[in-house]
């Protein structure tokens, strides 16, 4: 299991990879991303190539992943920059079809290795095409962005619904490595990361963002030392993940069913709060044209 960190601080990306973190995660995306977002309690981040450059010497060659924006026709510019840079692995946001994902590996040109972050629903109705085009190397699964274009109510509802278990299963016949959103640390979040790392584990997925819970918006390593022992908490979520991969089917079932019934008394508390807060919201009409698992 790979687990990634969102920082462009130095210091704190030199401390995350010697206590167990594998990735360091730029985040460059900005286009779009308030207007979906914004009502949310998310994190919007303000980095810039220029981190990436800064990065590139305290982080192992591999081990630097930047988001870019959606592709736009300043696409081959950022990607040529960001590559410039250092970036080893170029992950694209909210893509929605073959032809956005093979401009992408074309701009990159084997220069760097490629994710696709798999977070809308044109891109999941046209995911095996997409992991087809030439250059594609991983994919990751974005429950957040996702679950906010079905019109549902709780990030992991995908999860719960089949519709993760379907692309998983594309995504294994394919060959290609995958990741799944975020998880936060052993006993936190509104889904406890325990149960959330077995189904990774279940579906084969072998990378997962972590959360903010792992650093708390803090600004140096200092303060995330006096929140919690990190690395510590790093081998707490590799455990969890290891006893699924080693769990018996039967028990990997339990858990499945123990994590939907979590989502839906989740997405349940979550949409009467929300009522209860603006009595005229109605579910999206994409909710129930897309609620079914996308067919593999």
Known sequence: MKFLLITNCTDIAQFALARGVDRIFVDLESLGKQERQGHLDTVMSRHSVADVRRLRPVVPEGRLL????????GSPQEIDAVIEAGADILML???RNPAEVRAFTSAVA???KTCLLAETIGAAESLRDCVRVPGVD???LGLNDLHLELGLNFMFEPLANGMVDNLAALLREEGVPFGMGGVARAGEGLLPAELLLSEH??????AAILSRTFHRQAASVHEIESQMDFGSEINKL?????AGLQAAPEALHATRERVRS????????IRQKRLQQSPHISQSPLTAAHRGAVRA
């Open 262 to 269: 979590a989502i839906a008394e989740i997405a349940t508390a």
């Open 201 to 206: 584990a279940r579906l084969g997925s072998s």
């Open 110 to 112: 084997g220069r760097a």
């Open 138 to 140: 991983e994919v990751h």
């Open 238 to 242: 590799r455990a969890a993940y290891s």
């Open 93 to 95: 946001p909210m893509f």
């Open 66 to 73: 930047v988001r870019i924006n959606p592709m736009n026709e």
